[in-house]
């Protein structure tokens, strides 16, 4: 699975997001910010995401995370807005765990 377009906002999001759970400073979620959208610049869209490469690969990894697009949703059997652990060495959507029933 490659890295869309459709994905570039979220990043933006999802980084603006933890910014703000860190730190009530603007200029400091400015400066993330713009470091996510420089980083996006030199993105190679070919290559997948952290959970689709390292999903079923094996290592003792976890994944507790948002499912936040139709893509991830049917690799998980998951709906879109549910918040899912991923135990490790797991391949999905075996043993999928969702934590709420998604959006209110």
Not at 77 to 102: F, Q, S, Y
Request: charged fraction near 20%.
């Amino acid at each position: 699975m490659n890295t869309y377009l459709d994905c570039v906002p979220c990043f933006l999001r999802q980084s603006l997001e933890a910014a703000r759970g860190i730190t009530e400073d603007v200029h400091v979620h400015e400066r993330i910010v713009r470091d996510v959208l420089r980083m996006t610049a030199e993105l190679d869209l070919d290559q997948p995401g952290n959970f689709e490469t390292l999903s079923g690969a094996g290592a003792n990894i976890a994944f507790w995370f948002k499912v936040k697009c139709p893509v991830v949703a049917r690799q998980v059997g998951l709906p879109v807005g549910t918040h899912a652990l991923l135990p490790p060495t797991v391949r999905a959507p075996a043993r999928t765990i969702a934590l709420d029933e998604g959006p209110p």
